[in-house]
């Protein structure tokens, strides 16, 4: 069984304060921009949760598309993802599912060189330098978006590739066909993986969420794509605002 607070120094406490940080930056996020959170702007807001919830982050990548770690924080080293829910479960109508890229493994497997499982497995891990992946899944209706964050561990079973029996897969069409394109898994509780020579062989994670995986959920919300103000009235607001240029002031004394 894994649990969140046993593989971290998370305190409950730490978590309801990240959940509240979470809803409060994702709000404030919206008060100026329609566009959902993902890539690069999901990593900065990830930041700011943090530090506001007594996280310092040592390191971040600033939306470098290297591979691996994108935060550093007291809590580990953070993969940064965003998504969207894929489909909703056929008995409740909920969203289940969602699906994350990872790793391009060109280096290991290729339509050229397929490469083996035993080599493949040992480059993922070899670059895996991180104890969390840190997802923002989103669901869009309308004009409204509702977020959920996963801190999901690195070495959970559904994102291990070692949890999985891997296999080539073979083309069934066009000039491709019996011929190796890639590499597929089973399936482990619904989730599976899979690589495709021609997407630059990245991996590719399809998660389907059970019960189990719920507990890493820290912070869920809802809002409207309704944008309030733009950024030359926000600037106008704070200089006309007396307490926040007092508070300004103040800051910069006390430097």
Not at 93 to 100: H, L, P, R, Y
Not at 169 to 195: A, R
Not at 238 to 250: I, K, P
């Amino acid at each position: 069984m894994f649990s969140l607070s046993s593989r971290s120094t998370m305190l409950p406490s730490m978590k309801i304060q990240l959940g509240e940080s979470f809803t409060k930056c994702v709000s404030g996020y919206h008060l100026m921009n329609n566009d959902p959170i993902k890539e690069a702007v999901w990593e900065d807001i990830n930041r700011i949760v943090l530090e506001h919830s007594g996280c310092p982050v040592q390191s971040q990548s600033c939306g470098s598309h290297q591979p691996g770690a994108d935060l550093s924080c007291s809590l580990g080293a953070f993969s940064n993802k965003s998504t969207k829910w894929s489909k909703g479960c056929k008995s409740t109508g909920n969203k289940d599912s969602f699906d994350i890229s990872s790793y391009r493994l060109t280096s290991v497997c290729s339509d050229k060189t397929p490469g083996d499982v035993t080599t493949i497995l040992g480059e993922i891990q070899r670059r895996k330098n991180f104890e969390y992946y840190s997802i923002i899944v989103r669901e869009e209706q309308g004009e409204n978006i509702k977020y959920d964050w996963y801190l999901l561990p690195s070495d959970y079973p559904a994102v291990n590739p070692e949890s999985y029996e891997w296999k080539q897969k073979i083309g069934k069409q066009g000039k491709h066909k019996n011929s190796v394109v890639g590499w597929e898994t089973n399936e482990v509780e619904g989730s599976h993986m899979s690589i495709t020579f021609s997407m630059s062989s990245q991996l590719w994670m399809y998660i389907q969420v059970t019960e189990e995986m719920k507990q890493f959920v820290v912070g869920t919300c809802s809002i409207k794509k309704e944008r309030k103000f733009n950024y030359i009235q926000l600037l106008d607001m704070l200089d006309n605002d007396t307490t926040f240029r007092t508070s300004e002031t103040n800051l910069e004394r006390n430097k």
